[in-house]
């Protein structure tokens, strides 16, 4: 079992920065691919970023891309999703989430373990 933990989360104006934390217990995360998703109020969770298992491969949503950078810290047993130019459309519950798979890192399904979520509000 992997313990999924995010922080990070608050409200910030239109272009500023969050920098999300997700820590994991349990189990080390070196071996799994892990994700961030977003969830906003009304619509279906989706697709943020993803990191491989040795940090080499990431993966992201096109409208997140040039904007968030995820990286792994497998040491720290921790990810983090840098997020730079917030746009009120940002605005999301953000879960961290841990899969065991080699394949599909875009999709929700694949992931095993999920945290329990922290919320970024942009104004605008």
């Known amino acids: 079992q992997v313990q999924l933990v995010e922080s990070g989360g608050g409200l910030v104006q239109a272009g500023g920065s969050l920098r999300l934390s997700c820590a994991a217990s349990?189990?080390?995360?070196?071996?799994?691919?892990m994700g961030w998703f977003r969830q906003a109020p009304g619509l279906e969770r989706e697709f943020v970023a993803a990191?491989?298992?040795?940090?080499?491969?990431?993966y992201y949503a096109d409208s997140v891309k040039g904007r968030f950078t995820i990286s792994r810290d497998n040491a720290k047993n921790t990810v983090y999703l840098q997020m730079n130019s917030l746009k009120p459309e940002d605005t999301a519950v953000y879960y961290c989430?841990?899969?065991?798979?080699?394949?599909?890192?875009?999709?929700?399904?694949?992931?095993?373990?999920w945290g329990q979520g922290t919320q970024v509000t942009v104004s605008a």
């Open positions: 989430a841990a899969s065991g798979l080699f394949i599909g890192a875009r999709n929700a399904g694949n992931y095993d373990y």
């Open positions: 349990g189990r080390t995360i070196s071996s799994y691919t």
């Open positions: 990191i491989r298992r040795s940090g080499g491969l990431t």
